[in-house]
T-cell receptor, first 116, second 114 residues
Protein backbone atom coordinates (compact mmCIF):
# COMPACT_ATOMS: atom_id res chain seq x y z
CA UNK A 1 0.00 0.00 0.00
CA UNK A 2 1.34 3.43 -0.96
CA UNK A 3 2.41 5.64 1.93
CA UNK A 4 3.40 9.22 2.61
CA UNK A 5 7.13 9.41 3.28
CA UNK A 6 8.77 11.92 5.60
CA UNK A 7 12.33 12.55 6.63
CA UNK A 8 14.03 12.87 8.97
CA UNK A 9 11.97 11.06 11.60
CA UNK A 10 13.71 12.90 14.43
CA UNK A 11 15.62 16.16 14.51
CA UNK A 12 17.40 17.87 17.38
CA UNK A 13 18.65 21.39 16.77
CA UNK A 14 19.72 24.41 18.71
CA UNK A 15 17.81 27.65 18.92
CA UNK A 16 18.49 30.00 15.99
CA UNK A 17 19.59 27.20 13.67
CA UNK A 18 17.84 26.35 10.41
CA UNK A 19 15.96 23.06 9.93
CA UNK A 20 14.22 21.49 6.97
CA UNK A 21 11.72 18.67 6.66
CA UNK A 22 10.89 16.70 3.54
CA UNK A 23 7.66 15.02 2.47
CA UNK A 24 6.88 12.76 -0.48
CA UNK A 25 3.10 12.28 -0.86
CA UNK A 26 1.31 9.27 -2.28
CA UNK A 27 1.80 9.17 -6.05
CA UNK A 28 -0.95 11.02 -7.86
CA UNK A 29 -2.14 12.99 -4.86
CA UNK A 30 -2.57 16.61 -5.89
CA UNK A 31 -3.24 18.02 -2.43
CA UNK A 32 -0.54 18.17 0.22
CA UNK A 33 -0.82 19.44 3.79
CA UNK A 34 1.70 20.29 6.51
CA UNK A 35 0.44 20.14 10.09
CA UNK A 36 2.11 20.94 13.40
CA UNK A 37 1.18 18.87 16.44
CA UNK A 38 2.25 20.18 19.83
CA UNK A 39 2.52 17.52 22.53
CA UNK A 40 -0.92 16.77 23.97
CA UNK A 41 -2.80 18.60 21.21
CA UNK A 42 -4.40 17.78 17.89
CA UNK A 43 -2.64 18.66 14.63
CA UNK A 44 -3.07 22.20 13.30
CA UNK A 45 -2.72 23.12 9.65
CA UNK A 46 0.32 25.15 8.67
CA UNK A 47 0.04 25.14 4.89
CA UNK A 48 -1.93 23.45 2.11
CA UNK A 49 -0.83 22.96 -1.48
CA UNK A 50 -2.91 22.14 -4.53
CA UNK A 51 -0.33 20.87 -7.02
CA UNK A 52 2.47 23.45 -6.76
CA UNK A 53 0.26 26.32 -5.57
CA UNK A 54 -0.33 27.40 -1.98
CA UNK A 55 -4.05 27.25 -1.17
CA UNK A 56 -3.90 28.19 2.49
CA UNK A 57 -0.94 29.43 4.53
CA UNK A 58 -2.87 31.66 6.89
CA UNK A 59 -1.50 29.86 9.97
CA UNK A 60 2.10 29.66 8.77
CA UNK A 61 4.45 31.97 10.74
CA UNK A 62 5.92 33.50 7.62
CA UNK A 63 8.66 35.40 9.40
CA UNK A 64 10.44 32.12 10.07
CA UNK A 65 8.63 29.33 8.24
CA UNK A 66 8.60 28.65 4.51
CA UNK A 67 7.20 25.84 2.41
CA UNK A 68 7.53 24.87 -1.20
CA UNK A 69 6.34 22.22 -3.62
CA UNK A 70 8.17 23.23 -6.74
CA UNK A 71 7.14 20.48 -9.16
CA UNK A 72 3.85 19.66 -7.49
CA UNK A 73 5.18 16.41 -6.07
CA UNK A 74 7.40 16.40 -2.98
CA UNK A 75 7.55 19.28 -0.55
CA UNK A 76 9.95 20.91 1.90
CA UNK A 77 9.10 22.82 5.07
CA UNK A 78 11.82 25.05 6.49
CA UNK A 79 12.22 26.90 9.76
CA UNK A 80 14.82 29.62 10.09
CA UNK A 81 15.66 30.48 12.78
CA UNK A 82 14.23 27.77 15.01
CA UNK A 83 12.82 28.80 18.39
CA UNK A 84 12.18 26.75 21.52
CA UNK A 85 8.43 26.92 20.90
CA UNK A 86 8.84 25.16 17.55
CA UNK A 87 9.43 21.84 19.32
CA UNK A 88 6.61 19.64 18.02
CA UNK A 89 5.70 16.85 15.62
CA UNK A 90 5.47 18.00 12.00
CA UNK A 91 3.07 15.90 9.98
CA UNK A 92 2.63 15.76 6.25
CA UNK A 93 -0.58 14.47 4.67
CA UNK A 94 -1.86 14.06 1.14
CA UNK A 95 -5.15 13.44 -0.62
CA UNK A 96 -6.23 13.03 -4.21
CA UNK A 97 -8.36 16.15 -3.96
CA UNK A 98 -9.18 18.66 -1.24
CA UNK A 99 -10.85 16.98 1.71
CA UNK A 100 -13.86 19.22 1.37
CA UNK A 101 -15.60 16.52 -0.63
CA UNK A 102 -14.92 13.85 1.97
CA UNK A 103 -11.60 12.72 0.56
CA UNK A 104 -9.36 10.92 3.00
CA UNK A 105 -6.11 12.55 4.09
CA UNK A 106 -3.27 10.05 4.43
CA UNK A 107 -0.61 10.96 6.96
CA UNK A 108 3.09 10.29 7.01
CA UNK A 109 4.96 9.12 10.15
CA UNK A 110 5.94 12.69 11.04
CA UNK A 111 9.14 14.44 12.02
CA UNK A 112 9.68 15.00 15.75
CA UNK A 113 11.59 18.27 16.26
CA UNK A 114 13.30 19.20 19.49
CA UNK A 115 14.79 22.68 19.77
CA UNK A 116 17.34 23.15 22.56
CA UNK B 1 -16.56 28.54 12.64
CA UNK B 2 -15.78 24.87 12.62
CA UNK B 3 -14.70 23.23 15.86
CA UNK B 4 -14.49 19.84 17.50
CA UNK B 5 -14.74 19.00 21.18
CA UNK B 6 -13.55 15.69 22.53
CA UNK B 7 -14.83 15.05 26.03
CA UNK B 8 -12.23 13.39 28.24
CA UNK B 9 -8.55 13.73 27.50
CA UNK B 10 -7.95 10.29 29.00
CA UNK B 11 -10.22 7.23 29.03
CA UNK B 12 -9.32 3.96 30.73
CA UNK B 13 -11.16 0.68 30.16
CA UNK B 14 -10.57 -2.96 30.98
CA UNK B 15 -9.78 -5.44 28.24
CA UNK B 16 -13.05 -6.76 26.83
CA UNK B 17 -15.06 -3.74 27.99
CA UNK B 18 -16.97 -1.29 25.81
CA UNK B 19 -14.98 1.61 24.41
CA UNK B 20 -16.81 4.95 24.06
CA UNK B 21 -14.93 8.05 22.94
CA UNK B 22 -16.98 11.22 22.64
CA UNK B 23 -16.86 13.84 19.92
CA UNK B 24 -19.11 16.85 19.40
CA UNK B 25 -18.76 19.20 16.48
CA UNK B 26 -19.80 22.72 15.68
CA UNK B 27 -20.64 23.42 12.10
CA UNK B 28 -22.98 25.75 10.29
CA UNK B 29 -23.06 23.47 7.26
CA UNK B 30 -23.28 19.69 6.91
CA UNK B 31 -19.90 18.37 7.98
CA UNK B 32 -17.63 15.58 6.96
CA UNK B 33 -16.33 13.84 10.08
CA UNK B 34 -13.33 11.63 10.67
CA UNK B 35 -11.78 9.56 13.43
CA UNK B 36 -8.03 8.96 13.36
CA UNK B 37 -5.81 6.87 15.64
CA UNK B 38 -2.22 7.73 16.54
CA UNK B 39 0.25 5.35 18.14
CA UNK B 40 3.27 6.82 19.98
CA UNK B 41 5.69 8.66 17.70
CA UNK B 42 3.71 7.75 14.60
CA UNK B 43 1.47 9.52 12.13
CA UNK B 44 -2.32 9.36 12.06
CA UNK B 45 -4.23 6.41 10.64
CA UNK B 46 -7.82 6.75 9.47
CA UNK B 47 -10.31 4.65 11.44
CA UNK B 48 -13.50 5.77 9.70
CA UNK B 49 -15.23 8.73 8.11
CA UNK B 50 -18.74 10.11 7.70
CA UNK B 51 -19.57 11.68 4.33
CA UNK B 52 -23.39 12.03 4.55
CA UNK B 53 -24.22 8.50 3.45
CA UNK B 54 -25.18 6.06 6.24
CA UNK B 55 -25.29 7.60 9.72
CA UNK B 56 -23.72 4.49 11.26
CA UNK B 57 -20.21 4.16 9.95
CA UNK B 58 -18.09 1.05 10.37
CA UNK B 59 -14.34 1.35 10.37
CA UNK B 60 -11.24 -0.72 10.81
CA UNK B 61 -10.32 -2.79 13.88
CA UNK B 62 -13.96 -3.22 14.94
CA UNK B 63 -14.64 0.47 15.55
CA UNK B 64 -17.81 2.25 14.51
CA UNK B 65 -19.31 5.70 14.94
CA UNK B 66 -22.81 7.11 14.66
CA UNK B 67 -23.55 10.55 13.26
CA UNK B 68 -26.35 12.23 15.23
CA UNK B 69 -27.26 15.57 13.73
CA UNK B 70 -29.70 16.47 16.53
CA UNK B 71 -26.94 16.04 19.10
CA UNK B 72 -24.11 17.30 16.83
CA UNK B 73 -22.18 14.22 17.88
CA UNK B 74 -20.03 11.56 16.27
CA UNK B 75 -19.02 9.25 19.12
CA UNK B 76 -16.63 6.36 18.50
CA UNK B 77 -17.40 2.93 19.94
CA UNK B 78 -16.01 -0.59 20.04
CA UNK B 79 -17.87 -3.41 21.80
CA UNK B 80 -14.82 -5.11 23.26
CA UNK B 81 -11.49 -3.40 23.93
CA UNK B 82 -8.22 -5.08 23.10
CA UNK B 83 -4.80 -4.24 24.51
CA UNK B 84 -3.69 -3.17 21.04
CA UNK B 85 -6.35 -0.42 21.04
CA UNK B 86 -4.30 1.62 23.50
CA UNK B 87 -3.46 4.80 21.57
CA UNK B 88 -4.57 8.39 21.10
CA UNK B 89 -7.74 9.03 19.13
CA UNK B 90 -8.57 12.23 17.27
CA UNK B 91 -11.90 13.41 15.93
CA UNK B 92 -11.74 15.85 13.00
CA UNK B 93 -14.19 17.87 10.93
CA UNK B 94 -14.18 19.51 7.56
CA UNK B 95 -16.85 20.76 5.20
CA UNK B 96 -17.47 21.13 1.51
CA UNK B 97 -15.18 23.67 -0.07
CA UNK B 98 -12.07 24.15 -2.12
CA UNK B 99 -9.72 23.96 0.86
CA UNK B 100 -11.04 21.22 3.05
CA UNK B 101 -8.37 21.24 5.73
CA UNK B 102 -9.13 19.11 8.77
CA UNK B 103 -9.88 20.71 12.13
CA UNK B 104 -8.92 18.34 14.91
CA UNK B 105 -10.04 17.92 18.48
CA UNK B 106 -7.46 17.78 21.24
CA UNK B 107 -7.49 14.01 21.32
CA UNK B 108 -8.43 11.29 23.80
CA UNK B 109 -5.80 8.91 25.09
CA UNK B 110 -7.22 5.42 25.53
CA UNK B 111 -5.64 3.08 28.06
CA UNK B 112 -6.62 -0.60 28.21
CA UNK B 113 -6.09 -2.49 31.44
CA UNK B 114 -5.53 -6.26 31.41
Amino acid sequence: EAEVAQSPRYKITEKSQAVAFWCDPISGHATLYWYRQILGQGPELLVQFQDESVVDDSQLPKDRFSAERLKGVDSTLKIQPAELGDSAMYLCASSQNPTGVGETQYFGPGTRLLVL
Amino acid sequence: AQSVTQLGSHVSVSEGALVLLRCNYSSSVPPYLFWYVQYPNQGLQLLLKYTSAATLVKGINGFEAEFKKSETSFHLTKPSAHMSDAAEYFCAVTYGGSQGNLIFGKGTKLSVKP
